[in-house]
């Protein structure tokens, strides 16, 4: 193979994304990823540290386009005294984006490395934006956490079962979905009622 002229470093991190959602992220090698860029497994390091730090770049370009996706989907003055049209349309958005990118997703389910800030402030944003969908239900600092917490694994459960199709029943599972977070969400109501 001969060398590619003006690979950058987005061209490599794009073709990572491909290969991360077709073949999925645990299945992401160097080897696989210079093979699809026509190019030497040593050439890569011109452009990054090894796997880890490409994993690391992964996560960090998932929570990024996630932010957008979730914030475009609950903008900031969308928190109004109609907490479950917030809650859906960001369960929506998370779910689109896990269905359309399933190897970025995976590749930010980890808590990010003590010390890494860029991650971490990434991942901020995704949290913020989900205390913001639930924000309505006005909870303490402590309730609130478990509140996403309990939110997050209903999104991921409903993401993992469906990637690895788990739904078989002829129901649309977009209906599902919404009569999961519905469901949970009049239990978030209990708490302030």
């Known amino acids: 193979m001969s060398p590619r002229i003006g690979l950058d470093p987005q061209q490599v991190l ?3 994304i491909e290969l991360a959602d077709t073949h999925g992220f645990e299945s992401l ?14 050439s890569l390091y011109n452009h990054v540290a090894g796997l880890p730090e490409l994993r690391r770049l992964l996560a960090l ?8 996706d979730l914030r475009a989907a609950v903008p ?7 907490p ?12 689109h984006f896990a269905r359309q990118h399933p190897g970025l997703y995976a590749a930010f389910q980890r808590a990010p490395e003590p ?28 309730s609130a956490i478990h509140a996403v917490r309990g939110f997050r694994s209903l999104l991921h459960g409903f ?4 990637g690895q ?7 649309r599972t977009d209906q599902s979905l919404t009569f999961l977070i519905e469901t949970y969400l009049r239990g978030l109501s209990q708490l302030i009622s």
């Open 14 to 16: 794009q073709a990572a």
């Open 29 to 42: 090698t160097l080897a696989l990823l210079a093979q699809k860029l026509t190019i030497r497994t040593p």
């Open 61 to 68: 370009e998932g929570l990024e386009r996630l932010a957008k």
């Open 76 to 82: 900031p003055e969308a928190a109004t005294p109609a």
């Open 84 to 95: 479950t049209a917030c809650a859906l349309a960001f369960s929506r958005s998370y779910v």
């Open 115 to 142: 010390g890494d800030e860029a991650l971490a402030a990434a991942a901020q944003q995704v949290l913020d934006l989900t205390l913001l969908a639930l924000a309505e239900f006005h909870l303490g600092e402590e």
């Open 159 to 162: 993401v993992s079962l469906e």
């Open 165 to 171: 199709g788990g739904f078989g029943l002829p129901l």
